[in-house]
């Protein structure tokens, strides 16, 4: 960089004032138009991310929460064919084991009962 500086101050007499103030000219009108744009690259930048904090973050954790209530719905499921599963597989053993018509019970606390009649072999 101190050689680009020097370099030019050494060269200064060579180049032509008019041709030096056409330089610095042309130079200043870029950088102004560089500020201009960076400021508005800027500006677009601070509007675009508060928009994804305001509107995107949260609808991320709506939907991972929806995500979430999914997963236990079909846990749910999931677990009541398991229950039903096993009531099948106890009437299936009821009937292996000489137990038929097994009714079913309510006890106190809510749960049901299979009262169980042995089939008599004459």
Not at 50 to 79: C, D, H, W, Y
Not at 81 to 86: D, R
Not at 90 to 114: E, F, I, M, N, R
Request: charged share 15%.
């Amino acid at each position: 960089m101190l050689s680009l500086f020097l370099l030019c101050v050494f060269y200064q007499d060579i180049v032509p004032v008019q041709s030096r103030r056409q330089i610095y000219e042309n130079v200043s009108t870029a950088s102004g138009y560089i500020r201009i744009v960076a400021g508005f690259v800027g500006i677009a930048a601070w509007v675009l991310s508060t928009s994804a904090l305001l509107v995107v973050v949260p609808l991320g954790i709506e939907l991972e929460r929806e995500q979430m209530f999914i997963q236990q719905e079909n846990e749910f499921k999931l677990q009541q064919q398991q229950a039903q599963q096993v009531w099948l597989l106890s009437d299936a053993d009821l009937t292996l084991w000489g137990y038929v018509d097994a009714p079913t019970t309510v006890c106190s606390h809510g749960t049901k009962v299979k009262k169980n009649k042995k089939i008599k072999n004459n």
